[in-house]
């Protein structure tokens, strides 16, 4: 069934649009609707290079789920296809669908109930994302509108502070990573790529607190998933409550944040501030990235920051909660605002859940 031709093609996979829906979408978009993921396959093995779509929307019942995602697979191994942009729509919250659908990156997924104004704001996003940005190591060389330059003030007092807390806690750096040597087989420091300010992208260290193929055995662990990364850079949005990766030195250097102190040598770089809003794993800021999101890259990214103070620790931090805390930071950032931020850290430190 085809509706109001706008030029930018998106094929709808399932049963659930409404005329309503349908006529809020067919503003901007040509829709093609297709009844199940069979006819889906059909029509996309017909495809050629001037009748592929822009976006594809499924809808996921439990017993397509796999006829889904193998379909997506071939999507996403099919030159003509790979660059789509696909968003998956659900009936109800499941929290092992979600980690599918980052590992396979899905570029989203709704679960009902959802505005369809909401959803067609993000798909319009989707897509000029998509072809001014289309993936995050062109973004970090792409000249931005709008850059931010690190106050000299701010730098200063960052070289400073860093150098000379590296300085003071030397020794003891020294005995934690000996200690690490001997706890467990593997690199003292652990080097994931994150992306930072401008989609600047760069090694993030932190000292390692997990046991040697730790990467490896997060697949059998993605139904914990949280709302923040492991630090591994290999996921988005996955924190584990009582990671059995974790090794008993580690526990402790993550309870305390000492695992954490490498990163003033990132600081030392210009890779970041001390305080900032956190940088993301590459896939967390590439696939999960939207307009909601945007704002925080313009500002400086941080060791600590608000969100950080503000409910560290606890499983309950939303991703609503930290995209708004990460803007008003960005927007709001001063001096004397991350002086605030730097004294409330320190209780912030210890936190009370291993996550």
């Given amino acids: 069934m085809d509706y109001n031709y706008k030029g930018i093609r998106l094929v709808y996979c399932g049963t659930e649009l409404s005329t309503e829906s349908a006529g809020i979408l067919g503003q901007e978009y040509h829709i093609f609707s297709l009844d199940d993921s069979s006819k889906l396959e059909a029509y996309l093995s017909s495809l050629s290079l001037f009748s592929t779509p822009d976006v594809i929307m499924i809808e996921v ?7 889904v995602f193998a379909i997506i697979a071939k999507i996403k191994n099919n030159p003509l296809t790979s660059g789509l942009i696909i968003v998956l729509l659900a009936q109800q919250h499941d929290v092992k669908l979600r980690a599918r659908a980052i590992k396979a990156k899905i570029h989203d997924l709704y679960f009902l109930p959802y505005q369809m104004e909401d959803l067609k704001d993000r798909l319009n996003f989707l897509i000029k994302f998509k072809l001014i940005k289309p993936n995050i190591e062109q973004l970090s060389v792409i000249k931005k509108q709008k850059e931010y330059i690190i106050p000299t003030t701010k730098r200063i007092f960052d070289v400073v502070a860093a150098g000379g807390v590296l300085v003071v806690l030397s020794p003891i750096l020294l005995v934690v990573a000996l200690l690490i040597k001997m706890d467990s087989k593997g690199p003292v420091i652990y080097k994931s790529k994150r992306v930072g300010t401008g989609y600047k992208i760069f090694d993030f260290y932190k000292f390692r607190s997990m046991k040697a193929g730790a990467d490896k055995e997060l697949k059998n662990l993605s139904a914990l998933n949280q709302y923040a990364d492991d630090g591994s850079g290999t ?4 924190k584990i409550k009582n990671d059995p990766r974790v090794t008993k030195l ?19 770089k210009g890779d970041m501030s001390l305080v900032g809003n956190r940088p993301l794993p590459l896939y967390e800021a590439e696939m999960l990235t939207s307009n909601e999101w945007s704002m925080r890259f313009l500002g400086p990214s941080g060791l600590t920051g608000l969100w950080q103070i503000s409910k560290r620790g606890k499983a309950d931090m939303s991703d609503t ?5 990460d803007n008003f930071y960005a927007r709001n950032y001063s001096v004397w605002f991350d002086m605030s931020i730097m004294l409330k850290t320190f209780p912030a430190l210890f936190q009370r859940e291993k996550v």
């Fill in 61 to 67: 019942r439990e017993k397509e789920e796999e006829a």
């Fill in 235 to 238: 996921n988005a949005f996955m």
């Fill in 250 to 268: 580690g526990n402790f250097l993550r309870s305390s944040s000492i695992d954490e102190i490498p990163q003033l040598l990132n600081v030392l």
């Fill in 321 to 325: 909660e930290r995209k708004k805390l």
